[in-house]
């Protein structure tokens, strides 16, 4: 054992007070039950998943001393070693383990445990080790009102285990979903005592439906039954006599008396009276005999007669007609038996005859029959046969008598027997019978070979002189002769081997002292050394106390349950019986009169405790006492007025708490009172209202199919309020339309080899191109849309006919052009690095971003979007020009090896989030709010509604946003994604200023060209590029004009996002 127990008082009425003490380390020490001797802190997993964890101390004393070793040897106590020396992600280690994310604000090497795990599922967050999560099924509210809710397993991925219970006095639970309670109406007793009630259907839709029955059938419902009745109502006792019903009430019954009318004295009670009785109609005689009552009346029994038919009359029980004498054989054996007359009054009439003689017979007695047994000479040669009785029932009493005396009865005699012929002896020893006569036995004679003086009569001689030969000792011992001769017999030693020995005969051995049941009753008995020669020392223990013990004897056990306290503080204990087999009967009493037998009584039950109110209700329970339930009172907290004994009240609530509008639609409960219902209003984001229903609001009515045959619909706008403004569009001529109502007469589409194939799709009229000189051309036309195709399936699903808006390329490194918003398949897709384009599909970037990069120049930027631009690139060895068509603002300025092309396609983001590669890093943005994103890793999504990052883009473009403060305001932090640069409070102003720039010189490392001509190329460049975008959306968009200078403000950077993220902000007004 690795603990130590210490018992410092020992006496029967200190209980509970024994020490346990760990061996290992002696201040360690529990009272009352076992230490914690080992507390192995690497248990708790605290190094992460990628590191080994030592607990160098496992006593719970020592913590802290825990040891984190990485896989290259770097170790540290108490914390996780920082494995890498330069940035340390603690992320990256993985210590919050599946479920949860992490995140660590500070990744240089000295912040260490600042990561925070947070519950990707559930509720829970926490710093420097993994979160505790928590996903409370009940914290929805299930139930509903009226129910209790408990979640048996709050962990997370436990679903559908949570309990709902109806509250009193509704009953009901289930598991999983809101329970369907139930209302026994009989519960409150409601019909009275000496009725019985019944509730068909126990549900609280259903009340008054319950019946109240009497004992004598009378049966009321919803209320409790009348049950008076005059029991000798309907003449209970019958024709001929006369019922009188002594007490009426309705808990007197069974009390009714019948009194024969022709006798008074023949009376019952609670059932008719026995007024007459025929004995015969039993039919007590038997078959073929003639019954007859002479006085058939209840006082004069057992006087009917039974008659045979041979005249034999009995009184009172059936005759007996026939009696054949010989049934019980009255002849014997060696005789036959016959009855002339077996009438029973005929008896003393029969015949016995002898078998081996007709002639011998005797009338009512067996008959004489002689018989010489030795007639047929049953003794043998030699031998005299006597039968002394010769007579038939005197058999087998012959006697066969030898010369020399012997004689035998029954049988033939055995003359002469020679016992020696047995070997009865032995070997070793000769055998000698003096007498061989048969009536002379058990007088042979043993003599030992070796000594003739050794002799014994009837039976072996005892020659050997060793007495342990026969094993006298029994199994298990071990026997000893000490003097082997017949001078010293029984001088033998029997040893045990615990001790015990015995001489001339088998030891006792073992004696266990319990099989006497020494102890008496209810206490058990254990002996500690069974040895024979170890007595007196078995201990009785009494079975309610074990320290309550004795030696040798029965203990003396304390007999008093209340000796302990057993009922707690506030109660009084009282023991009724105090005998052994009484025990758990003590009475614990409540000063309020509550009491409990064989535990502490419940003195107090708060009925509120369980919230059998419900939300927006106060409960109260003015007597908290066990013994008085079901009086806590619900008060509705709008209405204080409002209010119910033993259940919840009925509160008016807001009608839009069930949702009645439906999806997209607002709720507003203008009068929350009870006297103003059905006023709620559901209003559509277009306007469009409805009172106490839910409104609709969309409308299309192209879904009536208005339009004729050969023609398609549309409905621009589907709102209810805006009718009759459909577009009715021929198929084979888009040009002939018609508003609220359909064309009508539209031309037949010319049909191709092509067309015929149908191979358009649905939703697309196929016609023959009018500007091809081949045959073979067929153009599809998407219905209702202008959007068209050459030889192809047309991209009916662009909306505002811009393709680049459903980002057909790499968003991390393409651009997109939709030269033709009306033609389908004609974007362009254009590298940023390399500049090589593919029109109707995404392009491939990966060659030529090598190319691009490697020979790019320190601290240079590419040229806008769409331009062409001169790059001079500087070398230290060459000098050439390269006319490169770039897209993007930001190519790199450290002259490092050029990005892996598609570092998205191993979902590095994982779901719900969306990943976009940038060449040499990649960034993960949140699904559900594109302001949240972080480079080289997946982003913080699960964020509080305090968290500034969250509620607009406040860094820009190509920077991270981080709010370590959500309780504070601008204490966010912007990180630029290709630089060391960071801001707190503001986003950075220009993060390729400082991007590998360390030295205070106005020139290049490479290629000694000042920073601030790269920064009036850049600037330049900026203008450029906002000049052209503008052009270009006021081309594409035709919206109204705004200045150059506010178009350039919306965008971070001058950037303009919009071309490069498709799904950015929406810059609509643009003035060059």
Not at 467 to 472: A, D, I, L, R, T
Not at 1042 to 1069: A, K, W
Request: with cysteine; charged share 20%.
């Amino acid at each position: 054992m690795d603990q130590t127990c210490n018992d410092p008082n020992v006496a029967a009425n200190s209980l509970h007070d024994f020490e346990c003490i760990c061996n290992a380390d002696m201040m360690v020490k529990m009272v009352d039950g076992p230490a914690t001797c080992v507390d192995d802190e690497c248990a708790t997993s605290p190094c992460g998943m990628t590191q080994t964890c030592t607990d160098l101390n496992t006593s719970p004393m020592s913590t802290g001393d825990f040891e984190c070793e990485c896989g290259n040897g770097v170790k540290a106590t108490g914390m996780p070693a920082v494995c890498n020396m330069g940035t340390n992600d603690e992320c990256m280690t993985m210590p919050c383990g599946t479920g949860q994310s992490c995140l660590d604000p500070d990744t240089t090497a000295m912040s260490l445990l600042d990561f925070v795990c947070s519950c990707v599922t559930g509720v829970g967050n926490n710093v420097g080790s993994p979160a505790a999560c928590v996903d409370d099924e009940c914290a929805s509210s299930p139930c509903g009102s009226g129910q209790t809710c408990v979640d048996a397993d709050t962990s997370v991925g436990s679903t559908g285990d949570f309990t709902c219970t109806c509250t009193s006095p509704k009953t009901g639970s289930a598991m999983g979903s809101a329970a369907v309670c139930a209302l026994d109406e009989c519960s409150a007793a409601p019909c009275g005592a000496g009725q019985t009630c019944d509730d068909p259907v126990k549900l609280p839709s259903s009340l008054l439906d319950y019946t109240c029955s009497c004992s004598n059938g009378a049966m009321a419902v919803g209320a409790p039954a009348s049950c008076d009745v005059d029991e000798c109502l309907p003449s209970p006792c019958g024709t001929g006599q006369t019922c009188s019903d002594p007490n009426t009430a309705s808990n007197s019954l069974h009390d009714f008396e019948c009194v024969c009318d022709n006798d008074m004295t023949l009376r019952a009670v609670d059932g008719p009276a026995t007024c007459s009785k025929d004995e015969c109609a039993s039919m007590p005689c038997g078959m073929g005999q003639t019954c007859n009552d002479p006085s058939p009346t209840p006082s004069s029994l057992l006087d009917y007669t039974c008659t045979c038919g041979n005249g034999v009359v009995a009184t009172g029980a059936a005759a007996v007609c026939d009696g054949d004498e010989c049934a019980n054989s009255p002849c014997g054996s060696g005789q036959t038996c016959s009855d002339p007359n077996t009438a029973s009054n005929s008896l003393h009439d029969f015949v016995c005859t002898c078998d081996n003689d007709n002639s011998l017979t005797r009338v009512d007695g067996p008959a004489t029959c002689d018989k010489d047994e030795c007639a047929s000479m049953p003794c043998g040669m030699g031998q005299t046969c006597n039968d002394p009785k010769k007579e038939f029932g005197s058999l087998h009493d012959f006697t066969c008598t030898c010369g020399n005396g012997v004689m035998t009865t029954g049988a033939s005699a055995v003359c002469e027997t020679d016992e020696c012929a047995a070997m009865p002896c032995g070997t070793g020893q000769t055998c000698n019978d003096p007498n061989m006569a048969t009536n002379s036995l058990h007088d042979f004679e043993c003599v030992c070979d070796k000594d003739a003086s050794l002799k014994a009569v009837d039976g072996p001689a005892t020659c050997d002189k060793d007495e342990c030969v026969s094993m006298p000792c029994g199994a298990g011992q071990t026997c000893t002769d000490p003097v082997q001769s017949l001078q010293s017999l029984t001088d033998f030693v029997c040893d045990c081997g615990n001790g015990v020995t015995a001489i001339g005969g088998a030891a006792v051995c073992e004696v266990d002292e319990c099989l006497a049941s020494p102890c008496g009753l209810g206490q058990s008995c254990s002996d500690p050394n069974i040895a024979a020669n170890k007595l007196h020392d078995f201990v009785c223990t009494c079975p309610n106390d074990a320290s309550l013990t004795a030696i040798d004897g029965p203990a003396t056990c304390d007999k008093d349950e209340c000796k302990y306290n057993p009922c707690g503080a506030g109660q009084t204990c009282q023991d009724p019986t105090l005998t052994l087999q009484s025990t758990h009967d003590f009475v614990c009493t409540c000063s309020n009169g509550v009491t409990a037998t064989g535990a502490p009584a419940s003195c107090e039950k708060d009925e509120c405790e369980d919230e059998p109110c419900g939300k927006q209700q106060t409960c109260n329970d003015p007597n908290k006492a066990a013994n008085v339930l079901h009086d806590f009172v619900c008060t509705c907290d709008n209405f204080p007025q409002l209010t119910a004994v033993d259940g919840p009240a009925t509160c008016d609530k807001n009608e839009c708490a069930g949702n009645p509008c439906g999806m997209d639609q607002q709720c507003n409960d203008p009068v929350q009172t009870l006297e103003s219902l059905h006023d709620f209003t559901c209003t559509c984001a277009n306007g469009v209202s409805a009172v106490n229903v839910a409104a609709t609001c969309e409308l299309n009515e192209c879904d009536a199919d208005p339009c004729g045959d050969g023609e398609t619909c549309s409905d621009p706008d589907t709102s209810f309020v805006v009718q009759h403004n459909f577009v009715c569009r021929c198929k084979s001529d888009l040009t002939k339309t018609k508003v609220d109502g359909p064309v009508g007469n539209c031309p037949m589409p010319g049909e191709t080899r092509q067309c015929a194939a149908m191979p358009c799709g649905p939703g697309q009229t196929c016609s023959a191109s009018s500007d091809s000189s081949s045959s073979s051309d067929f153009v599809c036309s998407c219905d209702g849309s202008a959007i068209t195709k050459l030889n192809g399936p047309a991209n009916c699903a662009v909306p505002d006919g811009d393709e680049c808006l459903l980002a057909p390329c790499d968003v991390g490194s393409q651009d997109c052009m939709d030269p033709n918003p009306s033609q389908s398949g004609d974007f362009v897709c254009t590298c940023r690095y390399g500049g090589n384009t593919e029109t109707g599909a995404s392009a491939d970037c990966g060659s030529a971003s090598s190319d691009s990069r490697s020979n790019s120049g320190s601290g240079s930027d590419s040229a806008v979007s769409g331009s062409d631009s001169n790059t001079n690139s500087n070398s230290k060895d060459s000098e050439s020009d390269s006319n490169s068509n770039s897209n993007s603002m930001d190519s790199d300025s450290t002259g490092s090896s050029p990005p892996t092309p598609n570092s998205c396609k191993s979902k590095p983001c994982g779901d719900e989030q969306t990943c976009s590669d940038y060449g040499e890093y990649f960034v993960c943005t949140c699904d559900d709010n594109e302001n949240l994103r972080k480079k080289d890793g997946r982003a913080e999504c699960s964020v509080g509604k305090d968290n500034e990052c969250a509620r607009s883009n406040l860094c820009g473009e190509k920077q991270s946003c981080e709010d370590k403060d959500e309780g504070g305001e601008e204490n966010f932090v912007c990180s630029c994604w290709e630089s060391d640069m960071k801001s707190t409070g503001s986003a950075v102003d220009n993060c390729r200023l400082g991007a590998g720039n360390n030295s205070d010189d106005d020139e290049d490392d490479d290629g000694g060209i000042p920073w601030w001509v790269w920064l009036l190329v850049a600037l330049g460049a900026t203008l450029l590029t906002c000049a052209m975008y503008a052009g270009y959306r006021k081309h594409k968009m035709n919206k109204e004009n705004v200045s150059l200078r506010e178009f350039c403000d919306t965008m971070p950077n001058g950037e303009p996002s919009e071309m490069h993220q498709p799904h950015g902000r929406n810059i609509e007004n643009v003035q060059v």
